[in-house]
């Protein structure tokens, strides 16, 4: 198995640009979540998505958007960027979400640089 | 509000010794879960070790172990026998039981394991 795939791993965006940032999970897990890493930080929740079809606000949606049409797929896009969106960005997923097995398994990571 | 605090944002070890890394947790859920996740410099979250709200007994994992103590608020992080490997950024994080399941992470601790 993969585990939890991102791409791509690194990009450099001018302001006002638009990405679609890509998670693929082959763990048929349902649950799937965007977070975000500022430098010297830890992470924060951007957006999840409890199955397909179905997603909500995390900590910090402001700028961002999900789509969950697939259980493998969960897609992060930014519209307009901005140098305040310029982060780590890590998606991740769980089988389920309150037991001792359902921990969180995290995709590489994509680096993005907002000029 | 849930919250992790990290108060250890660099430390030091031997090679070979045995290093604790804090963390304290607020919450008014009965009901939570505590991880620690290691970050190399190659930036990927890699999970290590799990402690459940209502467990008995602390949590082991290999040469990391989890010394929980509820009634303080704590979950530090024990690697014994360290090696140069272990140099990385370690986060503390929580679970709330709410619908996203969320992980709420520390700011982290950067570990160097000096030779």
């Known amino acids: 198995n993969a585990g939890v795939t991102q791409t791509p791993k690194f990009r450099i965006l001018k302001i006002g640009q638009s990405m679609t940032l890509q998670c693929t999970q082959d763990?048929?897990?349902?649950?799937m979540y965007w977070y975000r890493q500022d430098p010297g930080m830890g992470l924060k929740l951007i957006y999840y998505?409890?199955?397909?079809?179905?997603?909500d606000k995390g900590e910090v949606p402001n700028g961002y958007n999900v789509s969950r049409s697939t259980t493998e797929d969960f897609p992060l896009r930014l519209e307009l960027a901005a140098p305040s969106q310029t982060s780590v960005y890590f998606c991740?997923?769980?089988?389920?979400?309150?037991?001792?097995?359902?921990?969180?398994?995290f995709g590489p990571g994509t680096r993005l640089t907002v000029l | 509000a849930q919250k992790i605090t990290q108060t250890q944002p660099g430390m030091f070890v031997q090679e070979k010794e045995a290093v604790t890394l804090d963390c304290t947790y607020d919450?008014?859920?009965?009901?939570?879960?505590l991880f620690w996740y290691k970050q190399p410099s190659s930036g990927e979250m890699i999970f290590l070790i799990y402690?459940?709200?209502?467990?008995?007994q602390n949590a082991t994992e290999g040469r990391y172990s989890l010394n929980f103590q509820k009634a303080r608020k704590s979950a530090n992080l024990v690697i014994s026998a360290s090696q140069l490997g272990d140099s990385a950024m370690y986060f503390c994080?929580?679970?709330?039981?709410?619908?996203?399941?969320?992980?709420?992470f520390g700011s982290g601790t950067r570990l160097l394991v000096r030779p």
């Open positions: 991740a997923s769980s089988r389920l979400a309150g037991g001792p097995t359902d921990t969180q398994y």
């Open positions: 763990m048929n897990h349902n649950y």
């Open positions: 998505s409890v199955g397909a079809g179905i997603t």
């Open positions: 919450t008014s859920d009965p009901s939570y879960g």
């Open positions: 402690q459940g709200s209502y467990d008995q």
């Open positions: 994080a929580m679970r709330e039981e709410d619908p996203s399941y969320k992980l709420i």
